[in-house]
C-alpha cells in the first residue's frame, strides 16, 4: 500500500499507509492526524489545510477556481498549499510529505 508522511506543528514525522481513492483528509483522520476539516470536506472550509513538499507539488493536478478560493482564507498559505479534502489519493503520490500549518482559521468559529 503507498505510505504517505504527515509532519505536524512540532515537526513530528508520521508516516501511514495511505488507501488509494480515499482524500487526504480522510486518510488523515483514519490515522488520527490534527487536521480539522471543519467542513467535513465540502470545500466550505479551509481548515484541511496543508503544506504539500515542493518536490512532489508537481505531482498534484492544478486546483480548481473554488479550493484556489477557500485556500486564500487559510491561514499560512505558502505556494505548494492545498486542501486535504481536494487531494485523491493515487498511487503518484507514494511517499508524499505533507506539513500541517502552525495553526487553522474557522470562519464559523473565529468570526462569530
Known sequence: MPTITFIDK???EKVVEAELGLSILEIAHR???PL???CEGSLACSTC???VD???YAKLPAASDAEEDMLDLAF???QTSRLGC???MSKNYDGMRLRLPSSTRNMRVDNR
Request: charged share 20%; net charge negative.
Open 76 to 78: 499560512g498559505l505558502t
Open 86 to 88: 481536494q487531494l485523491i
Open 31 to 33: 490515522n488520527h492526524i
Open 36 to 38: 480539522e476539516g471543519a
Open 49 to 51: 489545510h496543508v503544506i
Open 10 to 12: 512540532a515537526g513530528t
Open 54 to 56: 515542493e518536490k512532489d
